[in-house]
């Protein structure tokens, strides 16, 4: 299976403090990207990194791709309440179908 | 507006029934998405189109057959509906069919609870 691996799969921080997800996959991408989820809610797309990029920023948001590890990380600084959401990563392994494949997602609680 | 909406938000049935699920973006979007996420948050793609042309087509049963009217709809019904229907359905859509290159926008979800 294609189906990436995030860790952890819940996280809980205290408001102010950074947050760190890694994602794990298993054949070679041509782009890599993350998402978030509310509850109840549809998902969010937050940033895209091509396999030729290395790393990527977007406000308080740091994407880090290591393709020789096959492996991201998604970096939230100075978290706040409202990150409290389900974080996605989804890998594009054939570039030219529109086919994603999402991990299972990494449960962030951020408490006030 | 809604970039990416779906009707309905909620829908319960009993097995056996069959349902459709709509779905319309406004983003002039080429390509559009079904994606099924179980009560484990596990999100897999179901179908894709592009300009209406069926381009994914996963390993679903043919129970569910999806159809796009007009590149700004996509909509999904499912026949004999099975308890194992039960989860949350979410359309998407993407500027290009190369998924890599351009973001997804999620609609927010349709829950199917079959009973």
């Known amino acids: 299976s294609q189906q990436g691996e995030e860790d952890p799969q819940a996280l809980s921080i205290q408001e102010g403090e950074n947050a760190t997800m890694n994602c794990s996959y298993k054949?070679?991408?041509?782009?890599l990207q993350w998402y978030r989820q509310n509850s109840g809610r549809g998902l969010v797309h937050l940033i895209l990194?091509?396999?030729?990029?290395r790393e990527k920023h977007s406000g308080r948001l740091r994407v880090t791709l290591d393709t020789s590890k096959k492996s991201s990380s998604l970096l939230i600084t100075a978290s706040r309440a409202a990150d409290t959401a389900s974080y996605f990563c989804?890998?594009?392994?054939?570039?030219?179908?529109?086919?994603?494949?999402f991990g299972q997602g990494t449960t962030l609680q951020v408490k006030p | 507006d809604t970039a990416v909406s779906q009707t309905p938000k909620y829908l319960v049935t009993q097995m056996g029934n069959d349902k459709s699920i709509k779905c319309e973006q406004n983003?002039?979007?080429?390509?559009m998405y079904w994606y099924k996420q179980d009560s484990k948050k596990f999100l897999k793609i179901m179908f894709s189109?592009?300009?209406?042309?069926?381009?994914i087509n996963e390993t679903v049963p043919n129970r569910f057959s999806p159809k796009s009217p007009d590149k700004a709809h996509l909509n999904l019904h499912i026949n004999s509906l099975e308890l194992g229907d039960s989860a949350v359905y979410f359309c998407?859509?993407?500027?290009?069919?190369?998924?890599?290159?351009?973001?997804?926008?999620f609609g927010p979800g349709t829950r199917l609870t079959v009973t």
């Open positions: 189109y592009n300009n209406k042309e069926l381009i």
């Open positions: 990194i091509r396999s030729n990029e």
């Open positions: 054949t070679s991408i041509n782009n």
């Open positions: 989804a890998t594009d392994h054939s570039g030219n179908t529109g086919k994603l494949i």
């Open positions: 983003l002039g979007h080429d390509t």
């Open positions: 998407a859509s993407s500027q290009d069919l190369i998924a890599g290159q351009y973001e997804q926008y």
